[in-house]
C-alpha cells in the first residue's frame, strides 16, 4: 500500500465498475510505483467516499484533505515496507510484525475468526495475529521467522471497509501456507488464505492458497518442489469453474495426483461447517487426469446455463451430471 493522498488529476475516466460504485481510469501512479504503466485501467475510483485504490501499483488516493494524513500515511509506509532482518543471512526482505498483537488481546479480532470457523487450535497452528491500527484486523503471516515474516496479509474486518486485504508491496506472491505442511501427504490448493487454513480441517491435509483466483507460474514452480506431497485437490470457491480448470491443468504438470473438488455456489471453505466440509471433499471430489476433463466440465456449464437461469441450479446440476457420469 502507497498513501498518495489527494491526487491531481485522474484524467478521463474508462467507465464505471461492473458494480457500479467505482469510476475506472489508467491509474498515473503505477509508472513511479512499479515501473510499468496501467494500460487497462486499474484505478477504481469511489466518487461517495472519495477514496481510490489501484489494483496493480496498490497506491491509495483521495479527494480530501484528510488532516492527519502525513500521520497516517507515515504509518502505513512503515508497516508496510520490507526491512532486512537484522539477523538475517541472505539477501532477503522481509516484513517486521512486531507491530501486532496476539489475537487473544483483540475480542472483536478473536470473534470475528471464530464466526469465520476458524479456532483456536487454528489461530495456534497458522500463527494469526491481529492489529487494531490504523486498521483493526487480521493479520495472517506466511513463513515467520522470530517477529519477521517472508509474506503476509491484513484482512480489514471492519463492515463497511473500503479494502478488505491489505498486501504489502512485494514482487512476486508466495504459495501460502507452504510452511505449515508438516507430514501431511494431501495439499489443497484455494484462493484466499482463510480457505486454506479452513480447508486444512480435512484430516490428513493441509491447506495453501494462491492469494486470488489464479495459479502463477511460480507459485506451481514452488509447488513442484514439495518432494513429500503426492496428492493435489483444487478448492476453488463454489462456482468459480474457469480459474479451477485452468489451476488443475497447470498442477497436472507437478506429476502428483490432481483432482478438483466442485463447492456449492459461491461458498468458501470458510463458509462451511466441520461437517460440511467434509462432506463437500467426500462427496463432490474428482479426479482430473487431463485437460480433456476440463472440456468436459466446461460443456456440461455452458449447457446447463443457457437451460437454467438459477446459478444454485446449474452448479447443482453440474455436480448432479458429474456424479452421472463417474458412474458410467
Ligand atoms: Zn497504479
Redesign the pocket.
Known amino acids: 500500500m502507497r498513501v498518495i493522498g489527494k491526487f491531481k488529476d485522474l484524467g478521463k475516466s474508462l467507465g464505471t465498475s461492473s458494480s457500479g460504485l467505482e469510476e475506472v481510469y489508467l491509474?498515473p501512479?503505477?509508472i513511479t510505483?512499479i515501473g510499468k504503466p496501467?494500460t487497462s485501467g486499474?484505478?477504481y475510483y469511489n466518487k461517495k467516499k472519495r477514496v481510490g485504490h489501484?489494483f496493480?501499483?496498490d497506491?491509495l488516493v483521495f479527494n480530501t484533505e484528510i488532516p492527519d494524513i502525513s500521520e497516517l500515511a507515515e504509518e502505513w509506509l512503515s508497516i508496510l515496507s520490507p526491512t532486512q532482518a537484522e539477523d538475517s543471512t541472505d539477501s532477503t526482505s522481509l516484513f517486521d510484525l512486531s507491530w501486532t498483537k496476539p489475537v487473544s488481546e483483540i475480542p472483536q479480532v478473536y470473534e470475528y475468526l471464530i464466526n469465520r470457523n476458524i479456532n483456536d487450535q487454528l489461530i495456534d497452528r497458522y500463527n494469526l495475529l491481529a492489529t487494531d491500527f490504523p486498521i483493526l484486523g487480521v493479520v495472517i503471516p506466511n513463513v515467520m521467522t522470530g517477529k519477521y515474516t517472508d509474506y503476509y496479509q491484513i484482512r480489514d474486518i471492519k463492515q463497511d471497509s473500503y479494502i478488505k486485504y491489505r498486501n504489502p508491496v512485494s514482487t512476486s506472491k508466495p504459495v501460502y501456507g507452504i510452511g505449515f505442511i508438516g507430514d501431511n501427504k494431501s495439499i489443497i490448493i484455494t484462493e484466499g488464505v482463510f480457505s486454506a487454513i479452513s480447508a486444512s480441517r480435512i484430516p490428513g491435509c493441509a491447506g495453501l492458497a494462491t492469494y486470488g483466483k489464479s495459479l502463477k507460474l511460480d507459485q506451481l514452480n514452488q509447488i513442484k518442489s514439495l518432494n513429500s506431497v503426492d496428492n493435489i485437490y483444487v478448492m476453488y470457491d463454489g462456482g468459480t469453474l474457469g480459474p479451477t480448470i485452468k489451476a488443475a491443468n497447470m498442477l497436472l504438470k507437478t506429476g502428483r495426483d490432481v483432482y478438483v473438488t466442485l463447492l456449492p455456489w459461491s461458498k468458501d471453505p470458510n463458509e462451511l461447517s466441520d461437517e460440511g466440509i467434509r462432506i463437500c471433499f467426500d462427496t463432490n471430489t474428482y479426479k482430473y487426469q487431463s485437460p480433456d476433463y476440463g472440456n468436459l466440465l466446461w460443456k456440461i456449464y455452458n449447457y446447463n446455463s443457457s437451460k437454467y437461469t438459477s446459478k444454485l441450479y446449474q452448479w447443482r446440476s453440474l455436480i448432479k451430471t458429474l456424479n452421472m457420469e463417474n458412474s458410467i
Open positions: 491509474c501512479y503505477c510505483v496501467d486499474k484505478l489501484c496493480k501499483c497506491s
